[in-house]
C-alpha cells in the first residue's frame, strides 16, 4: 500500500474523530496528515514525511487551535433595559411593603414592592433590585 494512501485513511479517521469531539484538535491533526499525504505522493521519503506531519501539526495547535477557541467561545451579552436594573442599588423615597411603595433607580422614580412580602422597608433605606415585574421593582433592603 502506499504511503499517502495510509495518510489519507489517518486524516479520514482523525476527522471523523473530531466530528464527536468537537476539539478542533483532531480536526487540525487530520489536516497535517492531509498535507503530509501531498509530499507523499510527491515521493518524499518517510522521515521527511514525519517531520511534515510533526511541524504542521505544532504549527496549527498553536496557531490555529487558539483562534478557533475563541472563535467558538460567545461572549456574554451585556443586559438592556429593565433587564440592566437587576442587582442595581435603589433608594427608598417612600415605604416599601409587599403591596406597594416607591424607589428611586439611577434617577427615575420606580413603584416598587418588598420582594418578601412581610416586610416593611422603611423610606431612606437602600435595597437591591431582585426582579422588575412590569413598571414595578421588587426589592430586598441591604443588610
Request: hydrophobic residues 55%; without cysteine.
Amino acid at each position: 500500500m502506499d504511503e499517502w494512501i495510509i495518510w489519507v485513511i489517518l486524516a479520514v479517521v482523525l476527522g471523523v474523530a473530531e466530528l464527536f469531539t468537537l476539539t478542533a484538535a483532531l480536526g487540525l491533526l487530520g489536516v497535517a496528515a492531509l498535507l503530509t499525504a501531498v509530499t507523499a505522493a510527491i515521493g518524499l521519503p518517510v522521515p521527511l514525511q514525519i517531520l511534515v506531519f510533526a511541524l504542521s501539526s505544532a504549527a496549527g495547535m498553536v496557531v490555529l487551535r487558539p483562534l478557533a477557541i475563541r472563535h467558538l467561545q460567545q461572549p456574554q451579552l451585556p443586559r438592556f433595559g429593565v433587564e440592566a436594573l437587576v442587582g442595581k442599588p435603589a433608594y427608598v423615597v417612600s415605604e416599601v411593603t409587599g403591596r406597594d411603595g416607591r424607589v428611586r433607580i439611577g434617577g427615575e422614580e420606580w413603584s416598587a414592592r418588598a420582594y418578601d412580602e412581610t416586610l416593611v422597608i422603611p423610606a431612606g433605606a437602600t435595597v437591591d433590585i431582585i426582579e422588575i415585574e412590569g413598571a414595578t421593582a421588587l426589592v430586598y433592603p441591604r443588610e
